[in-house]
Nanobody, 124 residues
Framework: QVQLVESGGGLVQAGGSLRLSCAAS????????MAWFRQAPGKEREFVAA????????YYKDSVKGRFTISRDNAKNMVYLQMSSAAPEDTAVYYC?????????????????WGQGTQVTVSS
């Protein structure tokens, strides 16, 4: 129903900022709850942030709260993750995900559609 393509990953110094983008195809983008997950080497994939269909509600992993901001522009079929005060522990492959169901969730199995991932590396 929807294809997702992430971009914006790369190398950033600790304390720096980076903005990840997720471009979605399809004409029903506004019907999807959107989220970002990440997977670091040797670790399980974990929830990072989620945003409701209209963008009014957001949820974050505790360790990124206050540093990362998820947003969406439904007119452009775009979701963003603004990463500020980046830390080495943020190093991971970041994935954009879409869910056709409510509620806005932290649970990976609620999301049916996934992007290919984009690498973020934060150096000390």
């Amino acid at each position: 129903q929807v294809q997702l393509v992430e971009s914006g990953g790369g190398l950033v110094q600790a304390g720096g900022s980076l903005r990840l983008s997720c471009a979605a195809s399809g004409r029903t983008f506004g019907a999807y709850v959107m989220a970002w997950f990440r997977q670091a080497p040797g670790k399980e994939r974990e929830f990072v942030a989620a945003i409701s269909r209209g963008g009014s509600m957001t949820y974050y992993k505790d360790s990124v709260k206050g540093r990362f901001t998820i947003s969406r522009d439904n007119a452009k079929n775009m979701v963003y993750l603004q990463m500020s005060s980046a830390a080495p522990e943020d190093t991971a492959v970041y994935y954009c995900a879409a869910s056709p169901r409510s509620p806005t969730s932290r649970l990976e199995n609620m999301y049916d559609f996934w992007g290919q991932g984009t690498q973020v590396t934060v150096s000390s």
